[in-house]
């Protein structure tokens, strides 16, 4: 007797919105429903799907990968999001609500994720606006980044009101008792209460590692850099010249990138 066909995962579904934070008019944090059964790691993207504005070039449904913000064991999945001005996703996203849905492909994606690093004691996790996200999937999650003695995050923005998280970042940095080390930029304010400069030339002059009084260096340190793609150039270039290597397929390496465009 034959068996019945095993019945096909959908390629994609409508996802209620659940909540949306406006953290400043151009930055938003949105919740969907965690659909049953969609497993990830901190560190994955989806890809989410929207209907195109009316004759758009894309055709129907615009799709775009969002990394995830939230830990796995929330029950709704969350994303940090830029609203690029006439963007052809975010575009029609800012005409969406909670009540309304937004597809969903239910499936983790890419490789941002820290276990593809060889072990080492000290983390640095590097982000411009929204590559934060991944950083704080792996920070509700305590044993993602068990392994490490100490953990730096760097989050620079263009402005204060862009720092999303920044509150329950200085809370898990005050918890850790020390471990984790919170460092916002801000690079077109001149106040005096955040660092400025962008973070690769902050690094070159040794700024960073005086203000957490630790090294970069590839023997103890391990690097994850997400963001803008000249961002990601630039700190690929300087890791390269301090020695660090890349993860390749197979091989852990000491530093690990995620371009946003
Ligand atoms: C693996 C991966 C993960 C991503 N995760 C996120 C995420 O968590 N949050 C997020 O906002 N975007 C993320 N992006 C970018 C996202 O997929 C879209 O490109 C972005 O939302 C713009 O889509 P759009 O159709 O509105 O704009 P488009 O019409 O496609 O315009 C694209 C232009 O917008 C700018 N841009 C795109 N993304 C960003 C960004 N994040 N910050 C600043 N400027 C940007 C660039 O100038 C780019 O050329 C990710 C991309 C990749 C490849
Ligand atoms: N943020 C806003 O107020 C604003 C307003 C209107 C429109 N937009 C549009 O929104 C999009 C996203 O803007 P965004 O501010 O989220 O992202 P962004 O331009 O990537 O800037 C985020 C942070 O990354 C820094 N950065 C950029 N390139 C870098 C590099 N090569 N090395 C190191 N640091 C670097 C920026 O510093 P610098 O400040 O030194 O560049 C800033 O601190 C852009 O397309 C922009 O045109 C933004």
């Keep these: 007797m034959s068996m019945p066909p095993a019945p096909s995962r959908p390629k994609h579904i409508a996802a209620p919105i659940r909540d949306i934070r406006q953290w400043a ?7 969907i429903d965690k659909p049953e059964g969609f497993v990830f790691t901190p560190g994955h993207y989806v ?5 195109a504005a009316p004759g758009h070039a894309d055709g129907a449904i615009v799709w775009r990968a969002y990394s995830i913000v939230s830990a796995p064991a929330e029950p709704t999945l969350e994303f940090l999001i830029t609203l690029i001005p006439d963007g052809a996703f975010t575009g029609v996203l800012t005409t969406l609500q909670p009540g309304g849905s937004i597809l969903l492909e239910p499936a983790a994606l890419g490789f ?16 411009t606006g929204t590559g934060l996200g991944p950083y704080i999937a792996m920070l509700r999650q305590p044993t993602s980044l068990a392994a490490y003695r100490r953990l730096v995050l760097v989050h620079s923005v263009r402005h204060t009101h862009e720092l999303a998280y920044a509150e329950e970042l200085a809370q898990h940095a005050e918890a850790s008792q020390g471990r984790l080390h919170y460092l916002p930029i801000v690079t077109r304010e001149s106040d005096a209460s955040h ?10 002059e040794n700024t960073l590692q005086s203000l957490v009084q630790l090294p970069l260096d590839p023997s103890v340190s391990r690097v994850m850099v ?36």
Excluded at 112 to 127: C, K, R, T
Excluded at 195 to 204: S, T, W
């Design 112 to 127: 941002f994720l820290a276990e593809q690093l060889s072990p080492g004691e000290h983390l640095w996790m590097l982000a």
């Design 47 to 51: 890809r989410l799907g929207i209907a």
């Design 195 to 204: 660092l400025h400069g962008r973070i690769p030339q902050l690094l070159a």
């Design 226 to 261: 997400c963001g803008n793609p000249d961002f990601t150039a630039d700190m690929r270039q300087w890791l390269n010249q301090q020695s660090f290597l890349p993860c390749r397929r197979g091989m852990a390496g000491s530093m690990l990138f995620e371009n946003y465009w």
């Design 25 to 31: 008019p151009n930055l938003w944090s949105i919740k």
